[in-house]
């Protein structure tokens, strides 16, 4: 159980205590772009230490990661006006991140031990049955109600460039098989893209699928909607889902129909045709999309999967991905309740998430790629998101 009392506690005196040492692996980080306070997230959460760190690179690009949940917390990107805008929803201290209370959230967060949804969160392994933890219309969702995005990652490896994690997940964990261990890799390139690598071992037949779960508004404003910024996805199907957005089994044409953003445009244009059942089951999108950048059993992560345009700030965000699907929300449950980074409430539809996966209970549909992970195998998954600006 976390406390949050405690975490408020320790942040509060963060500031005095601080070693050298400490000091060094926060990467300097006063006069941040985004006015994040890292002494907002320097705290013990679960006996692990939790801290806020920047890369940065020479364009003056940054971004701002926590080790809680491995969650990207701000973006700093410029514009075609060559300001820097903050491009991901979050808060401004982890104290709300670790609250899944009051305020639940996959914000940034690395998400693990399985992104997206299983259907009644059973599923069945080398002839052994296992019950899931369940949180969300009786399936598990984002590897159930204490996910990693609830988890401290430990770091490994802190620079300017490069930020990677581990998480030990153990045997049983929301009802998962398997001891495994995880790492997600940060890497901010030189070219302003986000680079992370997801891998990871178990020890027993268990199931894996990360991804990362930032939420996206390139106008650098929340207060705003993301419907006027244009789509593109690289899917002529997507797979579709009943009212509790689970999957059907089904890979349905996206032509003629709301779900076509294989000509880039603006993400609101049919987002409230609730004519087509799909996008009134989601109260609007929320749906995994068959990337066909993924053939012969390969992604190719050279090839952009999806692109996201903002026409006001010209700011561009190109995805690229390893893994056969891309789920794509629009903060459709967003609705101007949730308190984010300088007290702005965010609005329905105010961020985008492009995350990259294995399809939505894959363990059930042995139709789709495979998501089992074995001992002595090593998973890895790749996905980009790259930034850039078209004047």
Same mark, same amino acid.
């Given at each position: 159980?976390?406390?949050?009392?405690?975490?408020?506690? @320790?942040?509060?005196?963060?500031?005095?205590?601080?070693?050298?040492?400490?000091?060094?692996?926060?990467?300097?980080?006063?006069?941040?772009?985004?006015?994040?306070?890292?002494?907002?997230?320097?705290?013990?959460?679960?006996?692990?230490?939790?801290?806020?760190?920047?890369?940065?690179?020479?364009?003056?690009?940054?971004?701002?990661?926590?080790?809680?949940?491995?969650?990207?917390?701000?973006?700093?990107?410029?514009?075609?006006?060559?300001?820097?805008?903050?491009?991901?929803?979050?808060?401004?201290?982890?104290?709300?991140?670790?609250?899944?209370?009051?305020?639940?959230?996959?914000?940034?967060?690395?998400?693990?031990?399985?992104?997206?949804?299983?259907?009644?969160?059973?599923?069945?392994?080398?002839?052994?049955?296992?019950?899931?933890?369940?949180?969300?219309?009786?399936?598990?969702?984002?590897?159930?109600?204490?996910?990693?995005?609830?988890?401290?990652?430990?770091?490994?490896?802190?620079?300017?460039?490069?930020?990677?994690?581990?998480?030990?997940?153990?045997?049983?964990?929301?009802?998962?098989?398997?001891?495994?261990?995880?790492?997600?890799?940060?890497?901010?390139?030189?070219?302003?893209?986000?680079?992370?690598?997801?891998?990871?071992?178990?020890?027993?037949?268990?199931?894996?699928?990360?991804?990362?779960?930032?939420?996206?508004?390139?106008?650098?404003?929340?207060?705003?909607?993301?419907?006027?910024?244009?789509?593109?996805?690289?899917?002529?199907?997507?797979?579709?889902?009943?009212?509790?957005?689970?999957?059907?089994?089904?890979?349905?044409?996206?032509?003629?129909?709301?779900?076509?953003?294989?000509?880039?445009?603006?993400?609101?244009?049919?987002?409230?045709?609730?004519?087509?059942?799909?996008?009134?089951?989601?109260?609007?999108?929320?749906?995994?999309? @068959?990337?066909?950048?993924?053939?012969?059993?390969?992604?190719?992560?050279?090839?952009?999967?999806?692109?996201?345009?903002?026409?006001?700030?010209?700011?561009?965000?190109?995805?690229?991905?390893?893994?056969?699907?891309?789920?794509?929300?629009?903060?459709?449950?967003?609705?101007?309740?949730?308190?984010?980074?300088?007290?702005?409430?965010?609005?329905?539809?105010?961020?985008?998430?492009?995350?990259?996966?294995?399809?939505?209970?894959?363990?059930?549909?042995?139709?789709?790629?495979?998501?089992?992970?074995?001992?002595?195998?090593?998973?890895?998954?790749?996905?980009?998101?790259?930034?850039?600006?078209?004047?």
């Amino acid at each position: 159980m976390i406390n949050l009392k405690s975490i408020v506690g @320790c942040a509060a005196v963060a500031a005095c205590v601080l070693t050298a040492c400490d000091q060094k692996a926060t990467h300097d980080m006063e006069g941040l772009k985004s006015g994040l306070n890292p002494t907002a997230f320097d705290t013990v959460i679960n006996k692990k230490q939790v801290k806020l760190y920047t890369l940065r690179n020479a364009n003056g690009m940054e971004v701002d990661i926590t080790n809680f949940g491995g969650r990207v917390v701000s973006i700093m990107v410029p514009d075609k006006e060559g300001n820097f805008q903050d491009v991901v929803l979050g808060y401004d201290n982890v104290a709300q991140y670790a609250d899944s209370v009051n305020s639940p959230s996959d914000f940034g967060a690395a998400i693990g031990r399985y992104a997206n949804r299983i259907n009644k969160g059973k599923i069945e392994l080398d002839g052994v049955k296992y019950q899931l933890a369940t949180n969300n219309f009786g399936h598990c969702l984002h590897g159930g109600p204490s996910g990693w995005q609830y988890q401290v990652y430990d770091v490994v490896e802190s620079n300017d460039s490069v930020l990677k994690m581990s998480i030990d997940s153990p045997d049983g964990d929301n009802g998962f098989p398997g001891n495994v261990k995880a790492t997600v890799t940060y890497t901010l390139t030189s070219n302003n893209a986000l680079d992370i690598a997801f891998e990871g071992t178990t020890d027993k037949t268990t199931i894996i699928n990360m991804t990362n779960h930032s939420y996206f508004n390139l106008s650098g404003d929340p207060t705003t909607t993301v419907l006027d910024q244009e789509l593109w996805i690289n899917a002529d199907k997507f797979t579709q889902s009943d009212d509790t957005y689970m999957t059907t089994g089904e890979e349905v044409s996206v032509k003629d129909t709301p779900m076509d953003f294989t000509n880039q445009h603006a993400i609101g244009e049919q987002i409230n045709d609730t004519t087509f059942l799909q996008l009134k089951n989601a109260n609007g999108y929320d749906h995994n999309w @068959c990337l066909l950048t993924y053939k012969d059993g390969k992604g190719d992560d050279t090839k952009p999967c999806a692109k996201v345009f903002c026409p006001t700030t010209g700011i561009e965000l190109t995805v690229y991905t390893s893994e056969p699907g891309i789920q794509v929300y629009t903060g459709n449950f967003l609705e101007g309740k949730v308190v984010g980074k300088k007290g702005i409430k965010y609005p329905q539809r105010s961020g985008i998430c492009l995350e990259s996966q294995k399809y939505p209970d894959s363990p059930n549909k042995k139709q789709w790629v495979s998501p089992v992970l074995k001992k002595d195998e090593k998973y890895n998954s790749h996905l980009v998101y790259a930034f850039s600006v078209k004047k």
